[in-house]
């Protein structure tokens, strides 16, 4: 080829070629650089993901719609009282102490307003919405009392749904016999019962 001979030098990322000539003349050439053409594109690759991401969801049970209700009814009784106390470690006389609590403006012993409270975590965990429920907040006013021997229902309702969280929101209450709101307030709560799950 003219005399000329040829050597290449890589320069960078691209390569370089050096031509002498007889004349000592040098010309360099650049090349282009390699094209890398991915094996999957980018749309592909966004699918996989989230496929990926879906099949590690849990597939979970469906929640409940707004306005749903569940409840529950008791009589409270001595012993409730008399074990709440020893659970919770309260044995403030006004619900232990007969003649304690008779000079008090209840004028005899009541529940504690806790133990009233508490049939609404039964509700929430065993019934609206049930197992997989996680308490995550309540709000109560306490508007009564509770005395042995009252029958209390505790109701709950769904007010609000939160779908991308699972959380949902419930209106909690407490009604005696006698038609009386003795406990109010609202429940938050998270559910994530698996589907199919006891």
Do not use: W
């Amino acid at each position: 080829m003219d005399g000329e001979d040829t050597h290449r030098q890589r320069k960078g990322a691209g390569r370089s070629i050096t031509r002498r000539g007889t004349k000592g003349m040098i010309k360099k050439t650049k090349q282009a650089e390699p094209v890398l053409v991915p094996l999957v594109d980018a749309e592909t690759k966004r699918t996989i993901t989230e496929d990926n991401k879906k099949a590690k969801r849990p597939n979970l049970a469906p929640l409940p719609a707004i306005g749903t209700r569940a409840k529950r009814t008791r009589t409270i009784t001595e012993n409730d009282i008399v074990r709440f106390a020893d659970v919770s470690g309260d044995h403030n006389p006004l619900h232990l102490d007969a003649a304690y609590a008779a000079q008090t403006l209840f004028g005899e012993r009541v529940a504690h307003g806790m133990l009233t409270a508490s049939m609404i975590s039964a509700l929430l965990g065993n019934d609206l919405p049930g197992p997989g429920t996680i308490y995550l907040g309540q709000t109560l006013k306490f508007l009564g009392a509770v005395h042995i021997g009252d029958t209390v229902t505790a109701s709950v309702e769904v007010i609000a749904v939160r779908e991308n969280k699972r959380l949902l929101t419930l209106r909690t209450d407490c009604i005696n016999q006698d038609g009386a709101v003795v406990l109010t307030g609202e429940a938050t709560v998270k559910y994530a019962k698996e589907a199919g799950a006891i």
